[in-house]
Nanobody, 127 residues
Framework: QLQLVESGGGSVQPGGSLRLSCEAY????????IAWFRQAPGKEREGVAC????????NYADFVKGRFTMSRDNAKRTMSLQMTALNPEDTANYYC????????????????????WGQGTQAIVSP
């Protein structure tokens, strides 16, 4: 059974950092584009970052550029999102997602393209 499990959420003060992780169970990540999305209370889900099959291409939402860094470790079947300089607007449930691909093309933050999703992990940024 294919499964994605996020971890690493928590509560931090503004300016702090969190590192989110997502592990794949039941499949390997070599032929998948992977991404992080988030959904804040009362808002629609939005794309945060994605990374291509080889890791050579990344795409970040403007509101996280320079603050968040996404990485992947195909051998360990994990992906990470390092979040720094957090502010209260970053408070949300964060979801990892994957989609199968046959090419090492650039990724897009369009949630309709992603096939499997994790259950989410919550990040709270509050004084």
């Amino acid at each position: 059974q294919l499964q994605l499990v996020e971890s690493g959420g928590g509560s931090v003060q503004p300016g702090g950092s969190l590192r989110l992780s997502c592990e794949a169970y039941g499949f390997t990540l070599e032929q998948y584009i992977i991404a992080w999305f988030r959904q804040a209370p009362g808002k629609e889900r939005e794309g945060v970052a994605c990374i291509s099959m080889s890791g050579s291409h990344t795409n970040y939402a403007d509101f996280v550029k320079g603050r968040f860094t996404m990485s992947r470790d195909n051998a360990k079947r994990t992906m990470s999102l390092q979040m720094t300089a957090l502010n209260p607007e970053d408070t949300a449930n964060y979801y990892c997602a994957v989609r199968r691909t046959r090419s090492d093309s650039e990724c897009r933050l369009d949630e309709s393209e992603y096939d499997w999703w994790g259950q989410g992990t919550q990040a709270i940024v509050s004084p």
